[in-house]
């Protein structure tokens, strides 16, 4: 028996699916949604609800105040919107017309379920009290996007008191919503390391002794001792280089090296602690090769832990949409991050959920990937959680 909110989206579908198909045929990259901004301002105006204005001309923020009486709790939607640098190459009717930039994460999809439980909301204002602030997001991709929307005061006037984010997800079959309460994602850090020796003659490396290159290899073996040998097994940490760069002829020992990478951690503590590692391990390796070293290190976005209360008022809330056999547990945390965490460090009583959008007998969409398909079928399921869970918090 379908649930009568599920109903409700179900209805609109060929509404979600339209404002999807037109967001993923124009992406535009993080702080450059201007016409996706546009857009969805003016179909909020179409529905009559408030808009706040914000500084910049990307992100939007939408106010629906509920009609009920009753507590004047405040719950804020959260949808992303940015697009990603990746050439689409598959084939959809809805194809990027953007050269070189794509919906390759779904966040078109999440800007199009919120803005369908925004129908949805505006039509059962008598039915909920308090407000609800519709966050329309801008990039996420960057890491940069939440704080940017915070920064505009979004969480304040009214403060919010609870706040829902979503995100498609391949390991869960489309018409499921998977759900973990406490530590659920990582921290996102960045840092480039530069080895500076002396430039020579390839032919002659002893006559300098002070190799950047040899320095900055054995540093980069040597950052991952930090996590088999400094950081107990149980504690999840990731550190990856993914740059190196160095070097203009086969003969020439350069005169610098840099590396970059990022850097994933579950727990505040360790990862407060990784900078130091970092820089006392590139510092102790590069003088052995008579070099130096130095650190560039960025704190992105703190590791996401959802709300356990509200984690099982989320479940609840699923469970009337899809069913409780359809609501799947979240066993470990993911490594991956999410600019959403900046918001729980605001709103701890938040939660960011997964929907399934994997299909049957298909293979399984993968992110940031040129073929990457999110299915439509799954949009109505996301709006109606969306709007079940203002339902079920603004009683």
Request: glycine share 8%; net charge negative.
């Amino acid at each position: 028996m379908i649930s009568e909110i599920l109903q409700k989206t179900l209805d609109i579908k060929e509404y979600i699916v339209d404002v999807k198909r037109k967001i993923h045929k124009h992406p535009e990259l993080g702080m450059e949604e201007y016409e996706t901004t546009a857009f969805v301002k003016s179909e909020l105006s179409t529905m009559g609800i408030e808009m706040i204005p914000l500084e910049k001309n990307v992100g939007v923020l939408g106010i629906i105040k509920g009609e009920k009486s009753g507590g004047e709790i405040v719950t804020a939607l959260r949808a992303d919107m940015d697009a990603l640098p990746i050439q689409e190459t598959a084939d959809v009717p809805d194809k990027s017309v953007v050269p070189g930039v794509m919906h390759a994460c779904g966040h078109d999809c999440h800007t199009a379920m919120l803005m369908g439980a925004a129908k949805v909301l505006v039509s059962l204002k008598g039915h909920f009290s308090g407000t609800v602030k519709l966050l329309f997001q801008p990039a996420e991709e960057n890491l940069g996007g939440a704080k940017y929307m915070i920064e505009q005061g979004v969480l304040e006037n009214p403060k919010v008191d609870h706040i829902l984010g979503l995100h498609g997800h391949p390991s869960y079959d489309v018409g499921e919503i998977a759900l973990r309460g406490g530590p659920a994602m990582a921290s996102s850090d960045f840092f480039t390391v530069k080895i500076t020796g002396k430039s020579a003659h390839g032919a002659y490396p002893h006559r300098i002794g002070c190799d950047p290159i040899l320095a900055a290899s054995n540093s980069v073996m040597a950052i991952q001792s930090i996590i088999t040998r400094q950081i107990d097994a149980i504690d999840s940490v990731v550190i990856s280089v993914c740059e190196i760069h160095g070097g203009t002829a086969k003969n020439i020992i350069p005169e610098a090296v840099e590396f970059s990478g990022s850097v994933r951690c579950q727990s505040a503590e360790t990862r407060n602690s990784i900078e130091k590692r970092i820089l006392d391990v590139v510092q102790n390796i590069a003088s052995t090769y008579k070099c130096k070293a130095e650190l560039d290190y960025h704190y992105g976005v703190p590791p996401l832990a959802n709300s356990p209360r509200v984690t099982e008022i989320v479940r609840g809330s699923a469970e009337k949409v899809v069913g409780s056999d359809r609501v799947k547990h979240i066993d470990i945390p993911a490594m991956g991050s999410e600019d959403f965490s900046r918001y729980l460090e605001i709103v701890p009583e938040g939660v960011f959920a997964r929907l399934g959008i994997r299909k049957p007998n298909e293979s399984d969409p993968v992110y940031h990937n040129g073929n990457f398909v999110f299915p439509e079928e799954a949009l109505p399921y996301g709006a109606a959680l969306f709007v079940q869970f203002v339902l079920d918090m603004n009683q």
